[in-house]
T-cell receptor
Framework: KAGVTQTPRYLIKTRGQQVTLSCSPI?????VSWYQQTPGQGLQFLFE???????NKGNFPGRFSGRQFSNSRSEMNVSTLELGDSALYLC?????????????FGSGTQLSVL | KQEVTQIPAALSVPEGENLVLNCSFT??????LQWFRQDPGKGLTSLLL?????REQTSGRLNASLDKSSGRSTLYIAASQPGDSATYLC????????????FGEGTQLTVNP
């Protein structure tokens, strides 16, 4: 069974541009979450989608947005990129939504903003 | 706001040693807890999940325990090997946060041959 797949693996953008990252969950998983990892802030929760609906949102500006499609695949978008957006963006999937769910993570997209 | 502390931040041990990594929460209202491993520049690999009704979980040389009353968890690694070198992260689900995980900053483990 394939794991969580994130594309692209690496991305280089310049300030002011926008970027879209993609995540394909494990087959049968219906929940997708996104996290940002930086050396200074560690892992921080961005948002979570279940059945195409955003169920939970972290403390990030509106430049960060996401969506989930009917096949459970998810995308996140960052508009007007800033230098501080440089980070490893991790996607996680789980079977369902709730506190008892085990999360499985992808390898991440390393975003560099120049 | 839930905060997670992992001690120590870094650990270097000789091969074969048994070791304990610690994780504590400011708010003991943790529903369940996961331990992860992260290799440099890579994603997270789930090691163990301790559900709310459980006190510990074991997988091979790994054993994790959870004391909800004190908001503490430990990860025990037996007979450490150089391949265990990685950053170990604990993360908890709070009772009202859905699938959202709150992470500690991790313990960077180096096992020397």
């Amino acid at each position: 069974k394939a794991g969580v797949t994130q594309t692209p693996r690496y991305l280089i953008k310049t300030r002011g541009q926008q970027v879209t990252l993609s995540c394909s969950p494990i087959s049968g998983h219906r929940s997708v979450s996104w996290y940002q990892q930086t050396p200074g802030q560690g892992l921080q929760f961005l948002f979570e989608y279940f059945s195409e609906t955003q169920r939970n949102k972290g403390n990030f500006p509106g430049r960060f947005s996401g969506r989930q499609f009917s096949n459970s695949r998810s995308e996140m978008n960052v508009s007007t990129l800033e230098l501080g957006d440089s980070a490893l963006y991790l996607c996680a999937s789980s079977l369902g939504y709730g506190q008892s769910e085990k999360l499985f993570f992808g390898s991440g997209t390393q975003l560099s903003v120049l | 706001k839930q905060e997670v502390t992992q001690i120590p931040a870094a650990l270097s041990v000789p091969e074969g040693e048994n070791l304990v990594l610690n994780c504590s929460f400011t708010d003991s209202a943790i529903y369940n807890l996961q331990w992860f491993r992260q290799d440099p520049g890579k994603g997270l690999t789930s090691l163990l999940l301790i559900q709310s009704s459980q006190r510990e979980q074991t997988s091979g040389r790994l054993n994790a325990s959870l004391d909800k009353s004190s908001g503490r968890s430990t990860l025990y690694i037996a007979a450490s090997q150089p391949g265990d070198s990685a950053t170990y992260l604990c993360a908890g689900h709070e009772e009202t946060s859905g699938s959202r995980l709150t992470f500690g900053e991790g313990t960077q483990l180096t096992v020397n041959p």
